[in-house]
Each structure stands twice: as C-alpha cells, then as structure tokens.
C-alpha cells in the first residue's frame, strides 16, 4: 500500500477527540500486524478509547518512538468543500480531516513499515499512537506507565506533528480548567431574592484578566511567541432569558507557560477567586480539564542533531502550541516535533497535505531506520 492509500483509509475513520476509536485501532493494527510487527493495544479509562504500541525490532535495547494521535477535531465547520471523512485529492493536495494534524504522519510511518521490517534493526523503533490529544493530552498519559514493561528507556521520541518536516525543540506548556457557579433563580425583578451567577462569574473574570495582563510582564523567554505565559477565557454561558436571575454559569479558561514554568499553577488565581464565591452562597465546581507541560530540548543534544541529519534542516527553537511531546520529557525521555504538513492548515476547513510532503516524511522515517541497523 502506498503512503496515499493508506491515509485513505485512516481519514475514512471519523475518530473524533472524545469518541470511541476502536475501528481506527482495528485498522491500524491490521496493518502492523500484516506487517509482522508485534502490537499492543491499551485500553484508557472510559472503556471505549484505546493507546496503541508496537514495537519493530529488539524491544529492550535503547531506540526510537515514532508518536502521533489517532484523533481528529470535529470538522462541523459549514465551509467545507467536501466530505471531510474521505481524502479528496486536487493536484498535489490532499484534503480531509487529519491529513496533516496528524494522519498524514500515522500514514508515512505505516508507508515505511516494507523498509524498516526487510532488515534486522540493531536498534528499534516503536509506535506509539494515543487518543484525545486534542482535548488536552487525555490518552498519552495512560501509555506512559506502561512504558517500562514495553521497552527499554528510548534514545528520543519523534512526535510527528505537522512542522513542515523541520525539527522543533521546545514548546509551551499548557492547562486548562472548567468553572460552572451556581446561584439562585428568580425573577429579575426581584433581585434580592435571588443569587445571581453571571454577577458572581465576574470575580473570577476580572482575576483572569489581571493575571493576563501580569504575565506579561515575565518571566520572559524570548524564544516563544508571545515570550511570555498567557491566560484567557475560551468560553461562556449562562443565563436563560433577560428577565430571568441566572441561575448558573460556567466558562472556560486556558493557561499556557513558557518553559520552567508549571501551566496549573498559572490558573490558581482564577481558583482561589472562585472558591471565594462559596462564601456569598454560590456553589463552585471548578474541574480541570487538560494538562501538558512545555517541552524544551537542548539545541546541542543528540536527538536534535539526529533530526537535523535526517532533515537536512536545523531545528527550530520553539513554536507556542502544545503537543505530547512535554509529557515524554516529563517522563524522563528526550522528545523533539518533526512531521509533515503545515499547523496552520490545521483545524481549519478543507484541511490538506500535499503529496511531496507525505513522501518527505516517509523517507525520513526510513532513514531512520537504516541508521537503526548499524
């Protein structure tokens, strides 16, 4: 099967972030196993979500992970030209959900699996492929235990988000958090005999606000665009009809910290504000919905000079999202950002990869493999 075939295949999963992905799992395994390669599938908490690791080579001699995400964001978005669920090729352009963010990068690696299996690999290379990153890096962190018993501590990880096939050493890390306040309903008339939970919200708002406009005042790092660690409120929503005292309220806020920083911490003054609400009469929940931290890679080390041999191109700094990759290094293993496509085709209608990109990406990661033979 060539790399285009394959991503066929994998776009016509609709693995949507927070859905069930065992057909995408099916497939995949499929492949791999057709391939002769040893898989293991871990099953996440929720039962219906599965991380998937596979191993080509010594499993227990130091090597190489090959990380990417199997899920996708929705693709609601009414501007799509075409079904985003079925890769529709326009010249050298390859459109559909994922294609670079990031099944293009699944797709190249499985495309190498004839040149990394026609030779004993001295050195090995494993996949590891996990679930919901997109809503915050749910699914990775149930792969990570497993580690020691699946392979020896890796040389490095590849996380194959889409970069332009140009290394990238560090990112923001990032934290994220729900807080729903809930009062007492009435009728707006009556003011005082209700409690009013959008009032009550702007506690924590204006705490949000504040601590934005301190951050960015440093700590700086001036790799990072912005150089400093950010907040902001994503979403709100509450109320029912003018007339009426809401009754709850809930918005969401998301914090991302430059390197050396914990993103968690970033979002206790929105916290603390609204615990303080619990003293007016409110009910708080505040839950925290996703958390990775950043990622930073030596310029000098050896991951990062292996992925500039292999790309021809020296490594980026740092780019401002997030990925996995802070989750591997937290774990004590060097991780770096290499895959095909562009970030800012990501997310987006008519998502696309081009077919020299794909290509690019597959014969890096035979590359890699021969270099894993010597």
Not at 39 to 44: D, E, I, N, S, T
Not at 218 to 242: C, H, K, M, N, R
Request: charged share 20%; aromatic share 6%.
């Amino acid at each position: 099967m060539t790399v285009i075939d394959i991503l066929k295949e994998l776009i016509a999963f609709p693995s949507v972030v927070g859905t069930p992905n065992g057909a995408i799992i099916d497939g995949i395994r499929g492949i791999l196993e057709g391939a002769g390669v040893r898989v293991r599938v871990l099953p996440g908490p929720e039962g219906d979500r599965f991380n998937l690791f596979a191993t080509i080579g010594p499993a227990m001699v130091p090597g190489y992970v090959l990380s990417g995400h199997m899920d996708v964001v929705p693709a609601t978005e009414p501007e799509w030209t075409g079904d985003p669920f079925r890769l529709r090729t326009d010249g050298n352009r390859l459109y559909g959900r994922g294609t670079s963010d990031m099944k293009g990068f699944i797709a190249a690696v499985l495309a190498a699996l004839p040149a990394l299996t026609d030779a004993p690999l001295a050195r090995p290379i494993h996949l590891a492929f996990t679930y919901d990153e997109e809503a915050g890096c749910r699914g990775a962190p149930h792969l990570m235990p497993h580690l020691p018993d699946l392979c020896a501590p890796p040389l490095g990880v590849i996380v194959g988000e889409p970069s332009g096939l140009r290394a990238i050493r560090a990112h923001k890390g990032k934290a994220a958090a729900r807080l729903t306040v809930r009062g007492r309903s009435g009728h707006s008339s009556r003011p005082d005999q209700g409690l009013n939970a959008i009032h009550a919200m702007t506690a924590a708002l204006a705490a949000a606000a504040a601590q934005a406009d301190r951050l960015t005042q440093g700590p700086l790092d001036s790799v990072f665009e912005p150089p400093y660690s950010s907040l902001q409120v994503g979403t709100i929503q509450g109320g029912l009809a003018v007339n009426i005292i809401p009754d709850a309220c809930t918005a969401e806020f998301e914090a991302r910290a430059i390197s050396g920083i914990d993103p968690v911490t970033l979002l206790e003054p929105v916290r603390q504000a609204a615990e303080r609400l619990e003293e007016r009469g409110f009910v708080v929940d505040w839950t925290q919905t996703g958390a990775y931290p950043a990622l930073f890679l030596a310029a000098r080390s050896p991951l990062a000079r292996l992925l500039e041999e292999l790309t021809g191109q020296e490594p980026l700094a740092a780019v401002s999202y997030g990925t996995e990759a802070g989750l591997y290094q937290t774990a004590g293993i060097d991780a770096i950002i290499c895959g095909p496509g562009d970030i800012a085709r990501a997310h987006r209608p008519d998502e696309h990869i081009l077919v020299e990109e794909l290509n690019a990406c597959q014969s890096m990661i035979e590359a890699l493999g021969r270099r894993c033979r010597l």
